[in-house]
């Protein structure tokens, strides 16, 4: 389907040039450009489109409940080329940013995959750390220590998870509230806004469970594993993977009712069943149960999708620490946390950037953002082929000044850059803020870092910003067997693996089919009308990238 086909926010398919990942940058060997089978097979018991965090984590759980079903899952580029290749690096579950229950959701879906990557062993550079969320603006962080004093009063056992860290007054020393005891005096001292590297925030929250990781590598290991599973002796049933494949469309047919008779009564009820066929340029394939795991793409295949799953394009650098050691000997750059960096003093809602350090020796510092500066905010982009200059001058230029990346911090503070060994990079260029044009409050000195990589991937933002699991009714464009897990709105690790899991127990339903889900993910029609209630994606996402989270409390 030609882009001039598309109905108005229909997303178009994966463009075949995306931009270059740092997380490609090692692709594995026996996944790129894979075709379990030469020929597309021309049937199978479940067909899953999509190979990221959720394809790959649905295709797991369902051989693992059921190994002898014939799995396929088809893929419009290379396996996990999409948003799970391309995000910032992440894991971290938003503890006071959402409600409660859905807060425990994301906590157990963290230690899920956390327990998962341990028990595997898988090689992903899982680095568990604690997550530093600094607030440059005084307005987001009152409203944001309001809701976690909040969740101390009511909800104590997840508010252990998270400190509040609170500005200096009058050079004395910030409060901190919420940490837990066994924390050692040196580690509650490193608790303030200078030793957590951002000595010019106004206040900051500090959960404890928090993670870096090659996303890639971690969805090329459970692919991977998926595949020797085909070669055990003795092994029923197989896992089909076919990349290079893009899905088309999709139609379904009705066929004979079959008659069951629930409770082991001798009245025989009809279950209307279907078979669906999967379509793509190398031919079709025919099954009983179709799982989209196409978060930022899903209108392509189901148009009644367009206003409740909007493809919305971020944009990720990799960046060079701004000093190296003196002396090869000496350890480079570590800033110890992941970071979210969250709004402006000027604007308490328009930035949303979010930071982490790849290991020793090169260190790089993947930071990602700065969406307030993209050609539309980059809302209903889906072509991931080129960058946004003004986003990867922001991203090059404003790190430094938000945190403290000298490596003698805590003797001279974040000073030290600008009066260390190392030679500043001047900015060429300003990028001109799309949403709020209103003069920034001036800050330290800005220097910019040189980038090893720059690009962008397509989020699937919701409507209702929750996801959505379950099975797709007829009404938008589903039907017996067609199921949806997609719309994680940039917040896909947290979610994604429990969801895939929650979509494939409802797949395979039974009564003792425990589905573990916040009912505000559950796909139904009910929901579908409520959140068509709501604004627009693109009229609540122009009022600042927090807004959803913070501005209407």
Known sequence: MSEAQLLKGQSGL?????????????????????????????????????????GSFAAHYL???????????????????????????????????????????????YFELKDLVERFSIPCDWRSTSGVHAFYSAELFKIVHEGVKDLIDEYPDLAANVAVVTKSQKGGEGSLEGTPAYLLEGER?????????IPHAEGAIVQWNAASLWPYKLVAFVLEHLLSANDEEGSKGSFNLQTNTPVTGLSRAETSPIFSSPGGSNTSTPKATSIWTVHTPRGTIATPQVLLATNGYTSHLLPQFSDLIVPTRGQVSSLKPPEEPSSPS?????????????????????R?????????????????????????RGINVWDDSTID???AWYLRGELSSAVDLSLHHGASGIQSQSQSQSQPRTSTS?????????????????????????????????RDWHPWVGAVPETLGGGDGLWLCAGYT???????????????????????????????????????????????????????????????R
């Open 14 to 54: 994966p463009v075949d040039n995306p931009t270059k990942s740092y997380w490609h940058k090692e692709p594995s060997a026996r996944l790129l450009g894979h075709r379990t089978t030469k020929e597309l097979p021309r049937s199978a018991d479940v067909v899953i489109v999509g190979s990221g965090i959720t």
């Open 189 to 197: 001292k490193e608790l303030t806004l200078d030793g957590l590297r």
């Open 490 to 552: 940039g917040h896909g690790m947290p979610n994604a693996v429990l969801s895939a899991k929650a979509a494939v127990a409802m797949m395979r339903g039974g009564p003792d089919v425990r589905i573990d889900l916040p009912p505000e993910y559950e796909l139904t029609e009910q929901r579908v009308a409520a959140a068509r209630a709501l604004d627009q994606v693109a009229d609540v996402d122009a009022k600042g990238s927090l807004f959803a989270d913070w501005g209407v």
């Open 430 to 462: 300003k990028p001109e803020d799309t949403t709020n044009k209103a003069k920034q409050t001036p800050g330290p000195k800005k220097q910019d870092l040189e980038p090893t990589h720059e690009w962008t991937g397509i989020m699937g933002y919701s």
């Open 352 to 376: 949303d950037d979010y930071l982490i350090q790849r290991p020793p020796p090169t260190a790089e510092l993947v930071f990602g953002g700065g969406r307030q500066y993209a050609k539309g």
């Open 330 to 350: 000496d350890p480079p750059l570590d800033i110890k946390h992941t970071y979210y960096i969250q709004g402006e003093p000027s604007d308490p809602f328009s």
């Open 63 to 109: 051989k693992e409940k059921q190994p002898d079903l014939d799995v396929v899952m088809v893929e419009a580029r290379e396996a996990c080329w999409g948003a799970t290749g391309r995000n910032g690096g992440h894991c971290q579950p938003a503890i006071y940013a959402s409600l409660p229950h859905i807060a425990s959701f994301e906590l157990r879906n």
């Open 389 to 391: 200059e003004p986003v």
